[in-house]
């Protein structure tokens, strides 16, 4: 059998042309275009990131002994830093599945602190870096990291099973959710400093503290409305410390201003002008933001009873007479404060909780959020006013789900 020319030319044509089209790999991810973008992320603050070399290797790009330099502060070095799943977003930006970085290992005279697996996850790379969207803000959707201890001359002080954060975008990038939990902690009381504070936490019964972190918040990116409705200490059979604020004005342009700010005060030669030059912005800044609430509130998990036992046995008495000599001192303590109707409250609340010891909380609900500078000019010139200001109040043993709410 024979076939035209043409159609023989045409076969070899598409066979050649196939053939190349299996053999020529995708176009190379250009390494050095995505590591100048990367570290234009920390230009944002007056921050400068480096590295000794760029190793791609298909869609995988490794920055060998990167350094990061903060403003004032002295060189920090991250190591390696390798990117996993590299892809161009077509818009001049990158996507990146994950982000490695190698563990920390630092020596301060006799204290070291030691960071393993940390991990930043879903990384957004802008173009321009132009902050103007909060992905060039916030360009991760999770970091994590393993253990994380504190040592001090060679015994462990300190120590967390890991931390875990994530973010979550909502609403095209107009509202963002933050959840972070910190969890297996660790504390030896053992190795702190100073006898006394040792042999009060073994006094107590506190040999060693476990517990945990935790970290709720979100931010309305178009509002500025800032809700961090949690951050708390949790530390197994002593209580749980939680303290919750709101305020607003905290707009990209916010955040923008406040980060070239940053940075001219980190190009600014003299580092006395400098500082006064970012003091002078930061004031301008504060400006635009208003406090709407806040509240502190303990959780008692047997401390408190333990305490008046302790501090009783110093005094020769028992934990109830030292929680009856306490109450009828309380008058006398507040009576400095010169605040009568805070008097009033914090009295109240204390013969509550010590009576039956739950929880305390210390709020402020202002009617209306109330200028930052408001709040600085008060503070200056009439402490005592901002008690009205901010509407603060003080309550004992309140229901979890009332105490914090105006």
């Keep these: 059998m024979t076939f035209h020319p043409r159609i023989t030319q045409k076969l070899f044509v598409s066979t050649v042309l196939g053939s190349l089209a299996i053999a020529t790999p995708v176009m190379a991810l250009d390494a050095d275009d995505f590591a100048t973008k990367f570290s234009a992320l920390s230009k944002q603050n007056g921050s400068k990131l480096s590295f000794s070399a760029i190793e791609p290797d298909g869609n995988t790009v490794i920055l060998r002994s990167a350094t990061a330099e903060a403003p004032g502060q002295p060189p920090f070095k991250l190591g390696d830093i390798t990117f996993n799943g590299v892809e161009e977003t077509g818009n001049g930006g990158y996507f990146v599945e994950s982000a490695n970085l190698s563990d920390v290992n630092i020596q301060e005279g006799p204290t070291s602190v030691s960071i393993s697996d940390i991990e930043m996850t879903g990384l957004t790379i802008p173009a321009d870096g132009d902050m103007s969207s ?9 970091f994590s990291t393993g253990t994380i201890s504190v040592e001090t001359n060679g015994a462990q002080l300190f120590s967390m099973a890991g931390l875990d954060l994530n973010v979550e975008r909502l609403g095209a990038g107009t509202k963002v959710n933050m959840l972070m939990d910190g969890s297996g902690l660790k504390i030896d009381p053992s190795q702190i400093d100073d006898p006394k504070a040792r042999d009060a936490f073994h006094q107590l019964g506190y040999d060693t503290l476990t517990g945990d972190l935790k970290f709720n918040g979100s931010w309305d990116v178009e509002s500025g409305m800032v809700d961090l409705s949690e951050y708390s200490l949790t530390l197994d059979d002593v209580g749980s410390l939680a303290m919750s604020i709101q305020i607003s004005g905290y707009t990209l342009e916010f955040v923008k201003a406040m980060q070239q700010a940053q ?12 500082q006064q030059a970012m003091g002078f912005a930061m004031l301008g800044m504060l400006q635009q933001l208003s406090f709407n609430s806040a509240s502190i509130r ?3 998990a047997s401390v408190t009873e333990r305490a008046l036992a302790f501090a009783g046995k110093k005094q020769g008495l028992s934990g109830d007479d030292m929680r009856g000599a306490l109450k009828g001192m309380l008058p006398l303590m507040l009576g400095g404060l010169g605040i009568p109707s805070l008097q009033k409250q914090i009295s109240a609340a204390a013969n509550i909780y010590l009576d039956n010891p739950q929880n305390i909380t210390i709020s402020a609900f202002p009617a209306s959020p109330v200028a930052v500078p408001v709040i600085m000019g008060a503070g200056m010139g009439n402490p005592k006013s901002l008690v009205d200001l901010l509407n603060v109040q003080i309550t004992a043993n309140e229901p979890v789900e009332t105490c914090c709410k105006n």
């Excluded at 909060?134 to 999770?142: Q, T």
């Excluded at 940075?263 to 400098?274: E, H, I, L």
């Design 298 to 300: 303990f959780d008692d």
């Design 134 to 142: 909060v992905n060039d803000i916030l360009f991760y959707e999770g």
């Design 263 to 274: 940075a001219a005060a980190a190009s600014n030669p003299d580092p006395q002008a400098a």
